[in-house]
């Protein structure tokens, strides 16, 4: 049932754009679950997911540079031009810091803050003793995922 809600959605491609760029997830909500997630909280749903697509296509467009890179150094390319062993190390090492801030970035998202905000939901949604509290602890759910992603509008 979860899948059949589930939709993609293309956005507008500007010059350039790839299908990273283009690409949304879209969840159908039909009644009685829309009088807890409005539509307006679907959009905060998107932008988290669009955040954590951000950085798995910088993960794996690093992950390919480092393929390259691998292909390169390993091979003639430095043999043929020693002067670029420096340069492409330095690379290397730069490469090396986006990844790790890359996988901590992505760690924390998964783990501090999905992880750790679904628990405290879940109890609460076991806590509920009506529907205001289901429409609370979604709403509190929400703000907190928003809010450790950085992706409140006074933070930006």
């Given at each position: 049932?979860?899948?059949?809600?589930?939709?993609?959605?293309?956005?507008?491609?500007?010059?350039?754009?790839?299908?990273?760029?283009?690409?949304?997830?879209?969840?159908?909500?039909?009644?009685?679950?829309?009088?807890i997630?409005?539509?307006?909280?679907?959009?905060?749903?998107?932008?988290?997911?669009?955040?954590?697509?951000?950085?798995?296509?910088?993960?794996?467009?690093?992950n390919?540079?480092w393929?390259?890179?691998?292909?390169?150094?390993?091979?003639?390319?430095?043999?043929?031009?020693?002067?670029?062993?420096?340069?492409?190390?330095?690379?290397?090492?730069?490469?090396?810091?986006?990844?790790?801030?890359?996988?901590?970035?992505?760690?924390?998202?998964?783990?501090?803050?999905?992880?750790?905000?679904?628990?405290?939901?879940?109890?609460?949604?076991?806590?509920?003793?009506?529907?205001?509290?289901?429409?609370?602890?979604?709403?509190?759910?929400?703000?907190?995922?928003?809010w450790?992603?950085?992706?409140?509008?006074?933070?930006?």
């Amino acid at each position: 049932e979860v899948l059949e809600r589930l939709g993609v959605k293309l956005l507008r491609a500007s010059p350039g754009d790839s299908g990273w760029e283009v690409f949304s997830l879209e969840y159908r909500v039909d009644p009685p679950l829309n009088a807890i997630i409005t539509q307006a909280q679907l959009k905060k749903y998107r932008n988290v997911f669009h955040l954590l697509w951000r950085l798995k296509r910088t993960d794996h467009s690093l992950n390919k540079s480092w393929r390259q890179h691998m292909l390169g150094a390993k091979g003639r390319l430095t043999k043929r031009l020693p002067g670029l062993a420096a340069p492409l190390h330095q690379v290397g090492l730069l490469r090396a810091r986006m990844m790790h801030l890359v996988s901590n970035l992505s760690s924390y998202m998964m783990f501090e803050v999905l992880e750790e905000s679904w628990a405290k939901l879940i109890t609460s949604l076991d806590e509920a003793k009506d529907m205001n509290d289901l429409v609370l602890a979604h709403e509190s759910y929400l703000a907190e995922i928003t809010w450790r992603a950085l992706l409140t509008p006074d933070l930006a």
